[in-house]
């Protein structure tokens, strides 16, 4: 039986511990099984952002870089001092 490297991993496995993927070479994932769960899990894990949304972690990035972010921000500190005002 021949053995293929993971890609992420960079450990040899057994065909049978891959994905299928018909546009692969070999008509295997280039990841292992166990990489490409890591990969979903991550994907799925939600962080809470500072402008109170909840994104996911890969997301993070690109999402604090955007207008969507900043309006989030502006309207959280807006709404926090209509609140202060409204208390006092």
């Not at 992420?8 to 496995?13: A, S, V």
């Not at 099984?33 to 402008?51: D, F, G, H, M």
């Amino acid at each position: 039986m021949e053995l293929k490297a993971c890609s992420r991993c960079k450990i040899y496995r057994l065909p049978s511990e891959y994905s299928g993927n018909k546009y692969g070479k070999d008509g295997l994932h280039w990841v292992c099984s166990r990489c490409l769960n890591e990969i979903y899990v991550r994907r799925q894990k939600k962080v809470k952002c500072e402008c109170g949304n909840a994104v996911s972690e890969s997301y993070l990035n690109k999402h604090i870089h955007t207008g969507l972010h900043l309006r989030n921000l502006q309207n959280r500190v807006s709404y926090e001092y209509m609140k202060s005002i409204a208390v006092n």
